[in-house]
């Protein structure tokens, strides 16, 4: 060991030459990139995990039942009063068949709904 350290010592040493300015630069924009590619990384995180999130609750999806339009004729359940009841039957009864085509549906039955609306179609063409 010693003979490798005399060899070592023995040795000239250069003097290294460094450019501080560059240096100084070089060192700034690697911390500058170091800041960017975190501040980045955060940012991207941060979208994917509202992503995920949203997805999840599908905030702002819209809502597949068919409740909505079970009910087409609110007027009669506002207006109680015995005169200004207006009662149409064929249109209650288009309403009808319109529910029950919508339960289907909700249910699974597409093609039963399918079937009774074209029987409904075909009716309103029958009373034209």
Do not use: C
């Not at 039957?89 to 068949?97: K, P, V």
């Amino acid at each position: 060991m010693i003979e490798i350290e005399k060899k070592i010592a023995l040795q000239k040493r250069e003097a290294v030459n460094t450019n501080i300015d560059k240096f100084m630069i070089k060192l700034n924009n690697k911390i500058e990139t170091s800041k960017t590619n975190r501040q980045v990384f955060f940012a991207s995180s941060a979208m994917v995990f509202i992503i995920l999130l949203l997805t999840i609750t599908q905030f702002g999806a819209p809502n597949m039942e068919f409740d909505n339009y079970l009910l087409t004729r609110t007027e009669n359940l506002i207006e109680t009063d015995f005169w200004n009841i207006n009662i149409d039957f064929l249109e209650n009864e288009q309403a009808y068949f319109h529910n029950m085509a919508y339960f289907l549906m909700d249910e699974g039955y597409v093609w039963e709904a399918i079937e009774l609306l074209d029987q409904l179609k075909l009716e309103e063409e029958k009373s034209l």
